[in-house]
C-alpha cells in the first residue's frame, strides 16, 4: 500500500495514539460493524476505515483525509 498512496497502514494506525473523530460507516450493510476515524500524525492527518473483530482492530483501508474530514476532525475535538 505504501507505493500507491505514499504511506501504509503502519503510518495510519497511529492516528489511535492520539485523539479521534469516529462514526460509524453505514452507507451499506457490511455484515459488521464498520467504523470509520479521522486522526493526526506527525502534523499530517489520516481517515482509516475498520472494524473491531474481538480484540483484534482490523484496517480495511486508509487514505490522506480531505479538507471535509480534516474539518470534521477540528470540529469535534
Do not use: C, H
Not at 497502514?9 to 451499506?28: K, N, P, S, Y
Not at 450493510?29 to 502534523?43: D, N
Not at 489520516?46 to 479538507?67: E, H, K, L, Q
Request: glycine letters at 12%; zero cysteines; aromatic letters at 14%.
Amino acid at each position: 500500500m505504501r507505493a500507491e498512496r505514499g504511506f501504509g497502514f503502519e503510518d495510519a494506525v497511529g492516528i489511535f495514539l492520539g485523539q479521534t473523530v469516529e462514526w460509524q460507516d453505514l452507507r451499506q450493510a457490511y455484515g459488521e460493524p464498520r467504523m470509520i476515524a479521522v486522526g493526526e500524525v506527525g502534523g499530517r492527518f489520516y481517515t482509516v476505515v475498520y472494524t473491531d473483530r474481538g480484540p483484534v482492530r482490523w484496517i480495511i483501508t486508509a487514505w490522506p483525509s480531505n479538507r471535509k474530514e480534516r474539518t470534521r476532525w477540528r470540529n469535534s475535538v
